[in-house]
Protein backbone atom coordinates (compact mmCIF):
# COMPACT_ATOMS: atom_id res chain seq x y z
CA UNK A 1 0.00 0.00 0.00
CA UNK A 2 1.67 3.27 -1.00
CA UNK A 3 0.79 5.66 2.33
CA UNK A 4 0.47 9.63 2.21
CA UNK A 5 3.07 11.58 3.93
CA UNK A 6 0.28 12.84 6.43
CA UNK A 7 -0.34 8.99 7.72
CA UNK A 8 3.91 9.02 7.79
CA UNK A 9 4.28 11.63 10.06
CA UNK A 10 0.86 11.44 12.12
CA UNK A 11 2.37 7.89 12.70
CA UNK A 12 6.13 9.15 13.13
CA UNK A 13 6.08 12.60 14.06
CA UNK A 14 9.82 13.05 13.75
CA UNK A 15 9.60 12.57 9.72
CA UNK A 16 9.64 16.06 9.58
CA UNK A 17 13.31 16.58 10.28
CA UNK A 18 14.87 17.82 7.05
CA UNK A 19 11.76 17.87 4.80
CA UNK A 20 11.71 19.30 2.26
CA UNK A 21 9.89 22.61 1.41
CA UNK A 22 7.83 20.54 -1.89
CA UNK A 23 6.89 17.75 0.75
CA UNK A 24 5.58 20.42 3.44
CA UNK A 25 3.28 21.71 0.62
CA UNK A 26 1.81 18.42 0.21
CA UNK A 27 1.55 17.75 3.64
CA UNK A 28 0.23 20.66 4.57
CA UNK A 29 -2.73 20.63 1.62
CA UNK A 30 -3.40 16.87 2.77
CA UNK A 31 -3.72 17.61 6.48
CA UNK A 32 -5.93 20.19 4.76
CA UNK A 33 -7.97 18.03 2.52
CA UNK A 34 -8.23 15.32 5.57
CA UNK A 35 -9.99 18.21 8.13
CA UNK A 36 -6.46 17.42 9.92
CA UNK A 37 -4.54 20.62 9.94
CA UNK A 38 -5.43 21.23 13.93
CA UNK A 39 -4.76 17.10 14.56
CA UNK A 40 -1.35 17.49 12.79
CA UNK A 41 -0.29 20.60 14.78
CA UNK A 42 -1.27 19.10 18.05
CA UNK A 43 0.48 15.55 16.92
CA UNK A 44 3.54 17.68 16.38
CA UNK A 45 3.46 19.51 19.56
CA UNK A 46 2.91 16.46 21.70
CA UNK A 47 6.05 14.95 20.29
CA UNK A 48 8.11 18.12 20.64
CA UNK A 49 8.53 19.04 17.05
CA UNK A 50 7.23 22.18 16.47
CA UNK A 51 10.87 23.30 16.54
CA UNK A 52 11.39 21.61 13.21
CA UNK A 53 8.17 22.86 11.32
CA UNK A 54 9.32 25.99 8.74
CA UNK A 55 7.56 29.44 9.16
CA UNK A 56 5.40 28.99 6.37
CA UNK A 57 4.20 25.65 7.54
CA UNK A 58 3.37 26.62 10.95
CA UNK A 59 1.54 29.69 10.15
CA UNK A 60 -1.27 26.91 8.15
CA UNK A 61 -1.11 24.58 11.19
CA UNK A 62 -1.43 27.59 14.25
CA UNK A 63 -4.42 28.36 12.61
CA UNK A 64 -5.73 25.00 12.06
CA UNK A 65 -5.00 25.16 16.19
CA UNK A 66 -6.93 28.09 16.57
CA UNK A 67 -9.68 27.11 14.69
CA UNK A 68 -9.95 24.05 16.57
CA UNK A 69 -9.96 25.34 19.96
CA UNK A 70 -12.38 28.38 18.90
CA UNK A 71 -15.20 25.58 18.19
CA UNK A 72 -14.22 23.54 20.93
CA UNK A 73 -15.52 26.81 23.29
CA UNK A 74 -18.53 27.24 21.22
CA UNK A 75 -19.23 23.47 21.89
CA UNK A 76 -18.70 23.73 25.28
CA UNK A 77 -21.11 26.83 25.70
CA UNK A 78 -23.69 24.52 23.68
CA UNK A 79 -23.89 21.95 25.69
CA UNK A 80 -24.86 24.08 28.58
CA UNK A 81 -27.64 25.15 26.15
CA UNK A 82 -28.92 21.65 25.22
CA UNK A 83 -28.48 20.35 28.71
CA UNK A 84 -30.81 23.04 30.36
CA UNK A 85 -33.17 22.29 27.60
CA UNK A 86 -32.78 18.14 28.45
CA UNK A 87 -33.08 18.83 32.05
CA UNK A 88 -36.35 20.28 31.90
CA UNK A 89 -37.33 17.05 29.84
CA UNK A 90 -35.73 15.18 33.04
CA UNK A 91 -34.01 13.48 30.47
CA UNK A 92 -29.78 12.41 30.96
CA UNK A 93 -27.44 14.64 28.46
CA UNK A 94 -25.09 11.87 27.07
CA UNK A 95 -22.86 13.32 24.34
CA UNK A 96 -21.14 11.33 21.08
CA UNK A 97 -18.42 11.83 18.88
CA UNK A 98 -16.64 15.35 18.83
CA UNK A 99 -18.76 16.77 21.14
CA UNK A 100 -18.01 13.66 24.21
CA UNK A 101 -14.35 13.73 22.94
CA UNK A 102 -14.08 17.76 23.64
CA UNK A 103 -16.46 17.91 27.27
CA UNK A 104 -13.92 14.72 28.28
CA UNK A 105 -10.80 16.50 27.02
CA UNK A 106 -9.99 13.13 25.73
CA UNK A 107 -6.65 12.99 23.18
CA UNK A 108 -9.16 12.63 20.67
CA UNK A 109 -10.19 15.87 20.82
CA UNK A 110 -7.32 17.36 19.92
CA UNK A 111 -7.35 19.54 17.24
CA UNK A 112 -10.70 17.73 16.18
CA UNK A 113 -12.97 20.04 13.64
CA UNK A 114 -16.43 18.65 13.29
CA UNK A 115 -20.09 20.48 12.09
CA UNK A 116 -22.51 19.00 14.42
CA UNK A 117 -23.48 17.69 17.54
CA UNK A 118 -24.48 14.02 18.53
CA UNK A 119 -26.65 13.17 21.57
CA UNK A 120 -27.90 10.00 22.73
CA UNK A 121 -31.65 9.69 24.07
CA UNK A 122 -34.18 7.21 25.10
CA UNK A 123 -36.12 6.36 22.07
CA UNK A 124 -39.40 6.65 24.54
CA UNK A 125 -38.14 10.02 25.17
CA UNK A 126 -37.66 11.35 21.39
CA UNK A 127 -41.06 13.28 21.07
CA UNK A 128 -40.74 15.37 24.38
CA UNK A 129 -37.15 15.96 23.65
CA UNK A 130 -37.50 17.07 20.61
CA UNK A 131 -40.07 19.24 22.20
CA UNK A 132 -38.09 20.64 24.61
CA UNK A 133 -35.53 21.60 22.15
CA UNK A 134 -38.00 23.76 20.04
CA UNK A 135 -38.43 25.70 22.99
CA UNK A 136 -35.63 26.00 23.88
CA UNK A 137 -34.46 27.59 19.96
CA UNK A 138 -33.45 24.38 17.79
CA UNK A 139 -35.57 23.67 14.36
CA UNK A 140 -35.86 21.17 12.09
CA UNK A 141 -35.11 23.03 8.76
CA UNK A 142 -37.53 22.41 5.63
CA UNK A 143 -36.65 18.88 4.07
CA UNK A 144 -39.04 16.82 1.81
CA UNK A 145 -41.82 14.71 3.03
CA UNK A 146 -39.51 11.60 2.07
CA UNK A 147 -36.77 12.64 4.27
CA UNK A 148 -39.36 13.21 7.15
CA UNK A 149 -40.08 9.58 6.76
CA UNK A 150 -37.12 8.24 5.76
CA UNK A 151 -35.92 9.84 9.21
CA UNK A 152 -38.37 9.07 11.93
CA UNK A 153 -39.36 5.53 10.37
CA UNK A 154 -36.09 3.93 9.18
CA UNK A 155 -33.28 5.80 10.93
CA UNK A 156 -31.65 5.71 14.67
CA UNK A 157 -32.50 10.11 14.89
CA UNK A 158 -34.24 12.82 14.26
CA UNK A 159 -34.25 14.60 11.19
CA UNK A 160 -31.06 16.85 11.92
CA UNK A 161 -31.77 20.01 13.97
CA UNK A 162 -29.82 23.79 14.33
CA UNK A 163 -30.46 26.76 15.98
CA UNK A 164 -32.40 29.43 15.22
CA UNK A 165 -30.44 32.16 16.47
CA UNK A 166 -26.41 30.27 16.57
CA UNK A 167 -27.15 27.89 13.80
CA UNK A 168 -25.51 24.95 15.52
CA UNK A 169 -26.40 21.78 14.27
CA UNK A 170 -28.16 19.06 16.54
CA UNK A 171 -28.74 15.74 15.75
CA UNK A 172 -30.35 13.45 18.51
CA UNK A 173 -30.50 10.32 18.47
CA UNK A 174 -31.90 7.25 20.18
CA UNK A 175 -29.48 4.15 19.06
CA UNK A 176 -26.04 4.21 17.18
CA UNK A 177 -27.16 1.86 14.53
CA UNK A 178 -30.82 2.03 12.32
CA UNK A 179 -33.56 -0.32 13.76
CA UNK A 180 -33.20 -2.04 10.12
CA UNK A 181 -29.65 -2.20 10.27
CA UNK A 182 -27.96 -6.10 10.57
CA UNK A 183 -26.55 -5.29 13.72
CA UNK A 184 -28.86 -4.90 16.65
CA UNK A 185 -26.47 -2.79 19.38
CA UNK A 186 -28.96 -2.41 22.48
CA UNK A 187 -29.30 1.46 23.25
CA UNK A 188 -30.75 0.92 26.57
CA UNK A 189 -27.66 -0.72 27.65
CA UNK A 190 -25.81 2.16 26.17
CA UNK A 191 -27.44 4.46 28.12
CA UNK A 192 -27.13 2.44 31.62
CA UNK A 193 -22.99 2.30 31.30
CA UNK A 194 -22.76 6.07 30.54
CA UNK A 195 -20.09 8.04 32.30
CA UNK A 196 -20.16 11.46 33.70
CA UNK A 197 -17.89 14.09 32.67
CA UNK A 198 -15.54 14.86 35.51
CA UNK A 199 -16.44 18.77 36.29
CA UNK A 200 -19.58 18.64 34.53
CA UNK A 201 -22.42 17.56 36.46
CA UNK A 202 -25.62 15.69 34.41
CA UNK A 203 -22.89 15.82 31.45
CA UNK A 204 -22.16 12.24 30.19
CA UNK A 205 -20.76 10.51 27.55
CA UNK A 206 -20.48 7.13 26.90
CA UNK A 207 -18.17 3.76 28.72
CA UNK A 208 -14.66 4.14 27.31
CA UNK A 209 -15.26 0.52 25.77
CA UNK A 210 -18.76 1.58 24.35
CA UNK A 211 -17.01 5.20 22.85
CA UNK A 212 -14.89 2.81 20.85
CA UNK A 213 -17.53 0.68 19.81
CA UNK A 214 -19.34 3.32 18.34
CA UNK A 215 -16.90 5.20 16.90
CA UNK A 216 -15.90 2.18 15.14
CA UNK A 217 -19.42 1.23 14.33
CA UNK A 218 -19.90 5.16 12.74
CA UNK A 219 -16.35 4.85 10.74
CA UNK A 220 -17.43 1.45 8.99
CA UNK A 221 -21.49 1.91 8.83
CA UNK A 222 -21.35 5.15 7.11
CA UNK A 223 -19.36 4.32 4.10
CA UNK A 224 -18.11 8.28 4.10
CA UNK A 225 -14.49 9.06 2.48
CA UNK A 226 -14.58 12.76 3.36
CA UNK A 227 -13.56 12.05 7.41
CA UNK A 228 -12.44 8.59 7.42
CA UNK A 229 -8.73 9.00 8.08
CA UNK A 230 -9.69 11.96 10.77
CA UNK A 231 -12.04 8.97 12.48
CA UNK A 232 -9.46 5.89 12.16
CA UNK A 233 -7.00 8.61 14.09
CA UNK A 234 -9.85 9.42 16.64
CA UNK A 235 -10.06 5.07 17.09
CA UNK A 236 -5.92 5.03 17.20
CA UNK A 237 -6.25 7.81 19.76
CA UNK A 238 -9.30 5.73 21.84
CA UNK A 239 -7.57 3.01 21.87
CA UNK A 240 -4.03 4.19 22.59
CA UNK A 241 -5.59 6.15 25.80
CA UNK A 242 -8.22 4.09 27.69
CA UNK A 243 -5.66 1.47 26.60
CA UNK A 244 -2.33 2.39 28.35
CA UNK A 245 -3.50 2.39 32.08
CA UNK A 246 -4.44 -1.12 32.59
CA UNK A 247 -4.80 -2.50 28.87
CA UNK A 248 -5.56 -6.42 29.80
CA UNK A 249 -8.70 -4.81 32.11
CA UNK A 250 -9.57 -2.46 28.94
CA UNK A 251 -9.47 -5.05 26.52
CA UNK A 252 -10.56 -7.70 27.89
CA UNK A 253 -13.59 -5.67 29.26
CA UNK A 254 -13.65 -3.90 25.18
CA UNK A 255 -14.22 -7.47 23.36
CA UNK A 256 -16.54 -8.63 26.17
CA UNK A 257 -18.55 -5.88 25.22
CA UNK A 258 -18.38 -6.32 21.21
CA UNK A 259 -19.92 -9.70 22.04
CA UNK A 260 -22.77 -8.34 24.13
CA UNK A 261 -23.44 -5.82 21.81
CA UNK A 262 -23.20 -7.72 18.75
CA UNK A 263 -20.12 -5.33 17.45
CA UNK A 264 -17.16 -8.18 17.05
CA UNK A 265 -16.64 -7.39 12.87
CA UNK A 266 -16.71 -3.53 13.46
CA UNK A 267 -13.92 -4.35 16.17
CA UNK A 268 -12.09 -6.03 13.84
CA UNK A 269 -12.15 -3.55 11.59
CA UNK A 270 -11.19 -1.03 13.78
CA UNK A 271 -7.93 -2.64 15.13
CA UNK A 272 -6.84 -4.22 11.64
CA UNK A 273 -6.85 -0.77 9.96
CA UNK A 274 -5.58 1.38 13.06
CA UNK A 275 -2.38 -1.05 13.41
CA UNK A 276 -2.41 -1.61 9.49
CA UNK A 277 -1.99 2.65 9.35
CA UNK A 278 -1.06 4.19 12.49
CA UNK A 279 0.88 1.10 14.17
CA UNK A 280 -0.92 1.09 17.21
CA UNK A 281 -0.08 -1.11 19.97
CA UNK A 282 -2.69 -3.80 20.67
CA UNK A 283 -1.93 -6.56 23.85
CA UNK A 284 -1.08 -9.99 21.63
CA UNK A 285 -3.43 -11.45 23.65
CA UNK A 286 -6.09 -9.30 22.64
CA UNK A 287 -4.71 -10.04 18.94
CA UNK A 288 -5.59 -13.47 19.71
CA UNK A 289 -9.16 -13.35 21.24
CA UNK A 290 -9.79 -11.01 17.70
CA UNK A 291 -8.79 -13.34 15.52
CA UNK A 292 -11.94 -15.26 15.70
CA UNK A 293 -13.70 -12.28 14.66
CA UNK A 294 -11.45 -11.86 11.53
CA UNK A 295 -14.10 -12.16 8.32
CA UNK A 296 -13.00 -14.85 5.76
CA UNK A 297 -10.11 -14.61 3.57
CA UNK A 298 -11.35 -13.10 0.48
CA UNK A 299 -13.54 -10.82 2.70
CA UNK A 300 -10.28 -9.66 4.32
CA UNK A 301 -8.68 -9.08 1.05
CA UNK A 302 -11.96 -7.25 -0.47
CA UNK A 303 -12.42 -5.13 2.84
CA UNK A 304 -8.45 -4.32 2.98
CA UNK A 305 -8.41 -3.08 -0.73
CA UNK A 306 -11.46 -1.01 -0.58
CA UNK A 307 -10.46 0.69 2.86
CA UNK A 308 -6.76 1.20 2.02
CA UNK A 309 -8.21 4.07 -0.95
CA UNK A 310 -10.33 5.80 1.73
CA UNK A 311 -7.81 5.84 4.26
CA UNK A 312 -5.68 8.34 2.27
CA UNK A 313 -6.23 12.19 2.63
CA UNK A 314 -8.86 12.97 -0.18
CA UNK A 315 -6.22 15.01 -2.28
CA UNK A 316 -4.96 15.00 -5.68
CA UNK A 317 -1.45 13.79 -4.41
CA UNK A 318 -2.82 10.43 -2.86
CA UNK A 319 -5.43 9.22 -5.49
CA UNK A 320 -4.86 5.47 -6.24
CA UNK A 321 -6.31 3.89 -9.02
CA UNK A 322 -9.80 2.32 -7.92
CA UNK A 323 -10.28 5.10 -5.91
CA UNK A 324 -13.44 6.36 -6.89
CA UNK A 325 -14.64 2.51 -7.53
CA UNK A 326 -14.13 2.38 -3.71
CA UNK A 327 -15.46 5.29 -2.55
CA UNK A 328 -19.05 4.02 -4.24
CA UNK A 329 -18.68 0.57 -3.34
CA UNK A 330 -18.11 1.49 0.58
CA UNK A 331 -20.89 3.59 0.10
CA UNK A 332 -23.64 1.32 -0.91
CA UNK A 333 -22.27 -1.18 1.45
CA UNK A 334 -22.92 1.51 4.47
CA UNK A 335 -26.68 1.48 2.78
CA UNK A 336 -26.62 -2.36 2.96
CA UNK A 337 -25.58 -3.22 6.38
CA UNK A 338 -28.22 -0.38 7.49
CA UNK A 339 -31.32 -1.60 5.22
CA UNK A 340 -32.83 -4.30 3.89
CA UNK A 341 -32.71 -5.04 0.19
CA UNK A 342 -35.95 -4.05 -0.54
CA UNK A 343 -35.57 -1.09 1.41
CA UNK A 344 -32.46 -0.10 0.39
CA UNK A 345 -33.63 -0.46 -3.33
CA UNK A 346 -36.60 1.94 -3.13
CA UNK A 347 -34.34 4.06 -1.51
CA UNK A 348 -31.53 4.33 -3.80
CA UNK A 349 -33.76 4.60 -6.69
CA UNK A 350 -35.61 7.62 -4.75
CA UNK A 351 -32.69 9.22 -4.30
CA UNK A 352 -31.14 8.59 -8.02
CA UNK A 353 -34.57 10.32 -9.42
CA UNK A 354 -35.53 12.36 -7.43
CA UNK A 355 -33.19 13.96 -4.90
CA UNK A 356 -33.70 16.02 -1.78
CA UNK A 357 -35.51 19.08 -2.23
CA UNK A 358 -33.24 21.09 0.26
CA UNK A 359 -29.73 19.64 1.55
CA UNK A 360 -29.77 18.92 5.14
CA UNK A 361 -26.88 19.33 7.74
CA UNK A 362 -26.04 15.50 7.17
CA UNK A 363 -27.33 15.07 3.59
CA UNK A 364 -24.52 12.74 3.06
CA UNK A 365 -25.87 9.93 5.55
CA UNK A 366 -28.76 9.21 2.69
Same mark, same amino acid.
Given at each position: MRSAILTEVLRQP???????? *???? %?????????????????? =????GQTPEIPEDAARHLIA? $?????????????? %?????????AANVPLVLLKGAAYVAATLPASEGRIFSDIDILVPRSALGTVEGRLMQHGWITPPISAYDQHYYRQWMHELPPMQHIFRG? *??? %?HHAILPPTARYHPDPRSLLAERVEVPGLPGVFTLSPA? !????? &????????? &????????????LLLRHWG *?????? #????????????????????? %??????? #??????? $? $? !?????? #?????????????LYDRIFLPQHASCRQAGASVARTTLYVRGH? =?? !??????AAHLLRKAFAPSRIASPQADHH
Open positions: ERIRGLPA *ADWD %VLIRQARHANMLGRLHAR =LATAG $AHLAARLHHSVRNE %VIQIKAALDT *ALD %VD !MVLHA &ATHLFHEGE &ADNALRDLSDLD *AGQPET #FWSGLLARARQQQLTHQLWLA %VHFVRRI #FDCPVPP $A $A !MQSLAS #FEPGTMHRKVLTVW =LR !MPAHLL
